[in-house]
């Protein structure tokens, strides 16, 4: 079956440290992978996505993914993280079963400790 | 652009009663999708639209449940009769093409009571 895992419920992490949500995926064909991110009573806001080419992606506020065929996984990272980049982290996958779809992960709750 | 629109923000009302939820899409977008968020389940695909014409409608969960797209600038998702277990924030959603994002909606919280 095709689907998305999120491994962690919640990520904590010091402002200013590295950040690291993972997502690995199971896919017939090639993959293509999205991370979003939803605040409080939002919704979901496009952050970055890997279609072909670079395994290393750059999206929106700084953050960045790569896609790993190997380990079929498709973390997202951010360098140095803000208080303000506390939210829940999706992960999604787009399948082909008859017809175009979405699989969502189950989302990652980050919380940046000032 | 004012980005995804959706009507109600809030909407609560008794089981047993109809219940519609409104969403205006990015204009020039060819993909229209439902989506219901709940802690239990997440984030669930209803059903998603092509140029108008529904396309997948397996995610919807019972024939109470029900979603038209009349023209390219406004969708509806209806639910009758609600029951309680319907409460939950639905976001709509479009995009231009298969390959790309999805733009979100603020959502509706729907309760049934």
């Known amino acids: 079956a095709q689907s998305v895992a999120q491994p962690e419920d919640q990520v904590n992490v010091a402002e200013g440290n590295p950040l690291t949500v993972k997502c690995t995926y199971s896919?017939?064909?090639?993959?293509?992978l999205f991370w979003y991110v939803q605040y409080p009573n939002r919704g979901l806001q496009f952050l970055l996505k890997?279609?072909?080419?670079?395994?290393l992606v750059k999206g929106s506020y700084g953050f960045e993914a790569e896609f790993n065929k190997s380990q079929t996984s498709f973390h997202l990272k951010k360098p140095s993280a803000l208080v303000s980049d506390s939210a829940l982290y999706f992960c999604?996958?787009?399948?082909?079963?008859?017809?175009?779809?979405?699989?969502f992960g189950t989302g990652t709750r980050l919380k940046v400790l000032a | 652009d004012a980005g995804v629109i959706q009507s109600p923000r809030h909407e609560v009302t008794e089981m047993g009663q109809e219940v519609t939820l409104r969403c205006k899409p990015i204009?020039?977008?060819?993909?229209l999708f439902w989506y219901r968020q709940t802690m239990m389940r997440g984030l669930e695909l209803l059903i998603y639209?092509?140029?108008?014409?529904?396309?997948?409608d397996s995610g919807m969960p019972e024939d109470r449940f029900s979603a038209k797209m009349p023209n390219a600038s406004f969708s509806t998702l209806k639910i009758q009769p609600s029951e309680p277990r319907d409460s939950a924030v639905y976001f709509c959603?479009?995009?231009?093409?298969?390959?790309?994002?999805?733009?979100f909606g603020p959502g509706t919280r729907l309760t049934v009571l």
């Open positions: 959603a479009s995009s231009l093409g298969l390959y790309n994002e999805q733009f």
């Open positions: 896919v017939s064909g090639n993959p293509y």
């Open positions: 890997y279609i072909t080419g670079d395994n």
């Open positions: 999604a996958v787009r399948v082909t079963s008859g017809t175009y779809k979405y699989i």
């Open positions: 204009s020039g977008h060819d993909y």
């Open positions: 639209f092509n140029n108008n014409v529904p396309i997948d």
